[in-house]
């Protein structure tokens, strides 16, 4: 299949139908990737840190969650054979095929969760079929899980499904036990409900990707994981667990209230955290309240999520980079980009973007389905909300939706792991960027940062060649929750001998496009200092490098000045400037800087405005305008204006 002809691209996504094609469009190309007993698909060559073996499985298990969804909505697809041929094929101990069964810890654990959830959602499609040696087979598989070591992490959702299936088609190998330990365990990820402040109402729903000291709060809480199957166990568990499946539905309820700050009026997604190459699963928990049939909360309607789902998926139709020439989906966000991925992804890792389609297993009359669309409600919304759980300040001014962040952090060895989590903000039509190096601006690509480097002599400990960001932020906390003067407050430390307090603000008026960064430093050495706004995209309207590390030349549309720089593309207008406050001069060199390719998760050319200079020791201060404008419609407008209204520090910082 070319691309020419794939249904998944210029998809209008106002219909059902054209949702369904969507997903098919999808299914259709692993047709010839797909092994002669149907339980392998080699879609790439790239390498993970599991077996050959379970980069097959997962590549096979994946798109089942868009299959499966299909056919419990009732619709049919031609090639679902090759999927229930498949099953027996895998999970045969005798055969070539063989999946082999779960070590500890083991990836077959992750796949084994879209595995189930087919046989739970469509048995009759994919279990009732099949001969009584396969069922046999099929049920020895998922029992393999039980009993193991497990991550504890969302993969005890994993287990919980397994049993789910077992359970669901009446096999001994269902362990009543194991689940229930598994879901009370799950229950002590939970965060509870925050008490408003101000007028705010309190956040809940919320759960981390692990025990207390995990602070990582991403799409894992959301989408990729938590909430879809919460999601899913009550649909399933309904009457078997009718407690348990209430609460799970009004944690839903409680938190698409929050869930909805991370979209934009157009769909976009704001890029945020790991596993970024899952790409249009962000729109899982939306899709799944469909599923469980969850009624939303008001004042949001079957409207407003059905919105939410197909502005999201019309986000992507015209992302042609994200497909192989064959259709198959490559490896990256919004274009073929191994260096923001993580150790786990393999070919078929990119699909788990198949839980987009989780509302297909909604029938047509349902709601969902049948309700107008809505637009991302504004009436009833405040443009700013500040949600203590994942210590995020929510923005949405001036054509622009981001966020600002203090106090999440990776909690293992995870690649790129502070620019996925530490940077001061995250925009839905910027991006983010990952480094391909440390040693210049170029590789360090350090967008919503502030990076130190040693400028001193003689200093134990000194180390003048690298450049250190925010790794770690320390006693993190929103201030003025629910008020006028909300702000983020959080503290690290690049070096023993070095604090830096920082203050994020968000934009001070409804139409402003500033947003203000106060640092407060605090050394004992000499540093230079690189901060960065946001990356845009890097050609000119010549179709050359807006600039060009190698030669300096300079394209229409960029501009380094004492005190600010700015950078004016196709994809909006970025910049900073340099603001004067107790001491700083605000006369920081600007400067523009092309970041190495493929850094950025949406442009693959990127161009990064950023201010550099000297600290020295003692005490000193940095503020900072973050300016950003998105394009409209491929055009860059209005921006002028814009540009001009730089904020102040407001008084009541102090």
């Known amino acids: 299949m070319l691309l020419g002809t794939n249904n998944f691209l210029n998809n209008p996504y106002r219909t059902r139908d054209d949702v369904l094609r969507g997903c098919v469009a999808l299914l259709d190309p692993l047709a010839s990737h797909t092994s002669a007993g149907g339980a392998l698909l080699d879609i790439g060559s790239t390498a993970t840190h599991y077996d050959v073996k379970a980069v097959a499985l997962e590549a096979f298990a994946r798109p089942l969650w868009g299959l499966a969804s299909l056919m419990a909505g009732g619709a049919k697809y031609d090639g679902v054979e090759r999927w229930v041929r498949g099953f027996a094929s895998g999970t045969n101990p005798k055969g070539e095929e063989y999946w082999g069964e779960s070590m500890d810890k083991d990836q077959r654990m992750v796949e084994m969760s879209p595995l189930s959830f087919a046989i739970a959602m469509a048995p009759e499609v994919f279990y009732n079929s099949q001969s009584p040696e396969a069922k046999k087979n099929i049920c020895a598989f998922l029992q393999s899980c039980i009993g193991k070591r497990m991550p504890d992490t969302n993969w005890l959702w994993f287990r919980v499904f397994a049993n789910l299936a077992l359970r669901t088609v009446g096999s001994d190998f269902h362990n009543p036990e194991q689940m229930e330990k598994d879901l009370q365990r799950l229950e002590e990820f939970q965060l509870p409900p925050h008490g408003a402040e101000g007028q705010e109402s309190a956040s809940a729903g919320w759960s981390r990707d692990g025990p207390e000291d995990v602070k990582q709060l991403d799409y894992y809480s959301s989408s990729f994981a938590i909430q879809p199957a919460q999601m899913i166990y009550a649909k399933l568990a309904a009457k078997t667990d009718p407690e348990r499946a209430e609460k799970y539905r009004q944690r839903a309820r409680d938190f698409i209230n929050d869930f909805?700050?991370?979209?934009?009026?157009?769909?976009?997604?704001?890029?945020?955290?790991?596993?970024?190459?899952?790409?249009?699963?962000?729109?899982?928990?939306?899709?799944?309240?469909?599923?469980?049939?969850?009624?939303?909360?008001?004042?949001?309607?079957?409207?407003?999520?059905?919105?939410?789902?197909?502005?999201?998926?019309?986000?992507?139709?015209?992302?042609?980079?994200?497909?192989?020439?064959?259709?198959?989906?490559?490896?990256?966000?919004?274009?073929?980009?191994?260096?923001?991925?993580?150790?786990?992804?393999?070919?078929?890792?990119?699909?788990?973007?198949?839980?987009?389609?989780?509302?297909?297993?909604?029938?047509?009359?349902?709601?969902?389905?049948?309700?107008?669309?809505?637009?991302?409600?504004?009436?009833?919304?405040?443009?700013?909300?500040?949600?203590?759980?994942?210590?995020?300040?929510?923005?949405?001014?001036?054509?622009?939706?981001?966020?600002?962040?203090?106090?999440?952090?990776?909690?293992?060895?995870?690649?790129?792991?502070?620019?996925?989590?530490?940077?001061?903000?995250?925009?839905?039509?910027?991006?983010?960027?990952?480094?391909?190096?440390?040693?210049?601006?170029?590789?360090?690509?350090?967008?919503?940062?502030?990076?130190?480097?040693?400028?001193?002599?003689?200093?134990?400990?000194?180390?003048?060649?690298?450049?250190?960001?925010?790794?770690?932020?320390?006693?993190?906390?929103?201030?003025?929750?629910?008020?006028?003067?909300?702000?983020?407050?959080?503290?690290?430390?690049?070096?023993?001998?070095?604090?830096?307090?920082?203050?994020?603000?968000?934009?001070?008026?409804?139409?402003?496009?500033?947003?203000?960064?106060?640092?407060?430093?605090?050394?004992?050495?000499?540093?230079?200092?690189?901060?960065?706004?946001?990356?845009?995209?890097?050609?000119?309207?010549?179709?050359?490098?807006?600039?060009?590390?190698?030669?300096?030349?300079?394209?229409?549309?960029?501009?380094?000045?004492?005190?600010?720089?700015?950078?004016?593309?196709?994809?909006?207008?970025?910049?900073?400037?340099?603001v004067a406050y107790k001491g700083s001069s605000g006369k920081r060199r600007g400067q523009l800087v092309q970041i190495d390719p493929n850094s950025n998760v949406i442009f693959s050319r990127g161009i990064l405005p950023s201010l550099a200079g000297t600290i020295g020791q003692g005490e000193s201060w940095l503020v900072t305008a973050i300016f950003g404008k998105p394009a409209k419609g491929g055009k860059t407008e209005g921006w002028e204006e814009a540009w001009k209204a730089v904020p102040q520090v407001p008084s009541w910082i102090s």
């Not at 987009?356 to 297993?361: M, N």
């Not at 009436?379 to 759980?389: E, V």
């Not at 960001?469 to 906390?477: G, K, L, Q, Y």
Request: hydrophobic share 35%; proline share 7%.
């Open 260 to 578: 909805m700050y991370y979209f934009s009026d157009e769909g976009a997604a704001i890029p945020f955290g790991r596993s970024m190459v899952y790409r249009f699963a962000v729109i899982a928990t939306a899709s799944s309240m469909a599923l469980a049939d969850i009624e939303p909360p008001a004042p949001l309607t079957w409207g407003h999520i059905k919105g939410l789902v197909l502005r999201h998926l019309r986000y992507w139709n015209d992302a042609k980079d994200i497909f192989r020439s064959d259709s198959t989906l490559n490896i990256g966000y919004r274009f073929d980009n191994m260096n923001m991925t993580e150790n786990y992804n393999a070919p078929g890792s990119p699909y788990w973007c198949m839980k987009a389609f989780l509302c297909l297993a909604a029938p047509s009359s349902h709601p969902f389905w049948t309700s107008e669309e809505l637009p991302w409600p504004k009436d009833s919304f405040p443009l700013i909300k500040s949600l203590p759980d994942p210590s995020h300040i929510m923005c949405r001014q001036g054509d622009h939706t981001f966020l600002l962040s203090s106090g999440q952090a990776p909690h293992y060895a995870m690649r790129h792991g502070p620019a996925k989590y530490c940077k001061f903000s995250y925009s839905s039509a910027f991006g983010f960027c990952c480094p391909t190096g440390d040693m210049d601006l170029g590789q360090l690509a350090p967008d919503s940062m502030l990076a130190l480097r040693d400028a001193s002599d003689g200093v134990e400990n000194s180390d003048g060649e690298t450049w250190r960001v925010r790794r770690n932020p320390i006693d993190a906390r929103i201030v003025g929750r629910g008020t006028d003067k909300v702000h983020l407050r959080s503290k690290w430390r690049p070096w023993k001998d070095v604090e830096v307090e920082t203050f994020l603000i968000p934009p001070q008026d409804a139409k402003s496009s500033y947003y203000l960064r106060i640092h407060k430093i605090t050394s004992g050495r000499k540093l230079e200092s690189a901060e960065g706004g946001w990356t845009n995209y890097g050609q000119g309207e010549d179709g050359r490098a807006l600039i060009q590390s190698f030669s300096g030349l300079m394209s229409k549309g960029g501009d380094q000045e004492v005190g600010w720089s700015r950078a004016v593309t196709a994809g909006g207008a970025v910049g900073l400037v340099d």
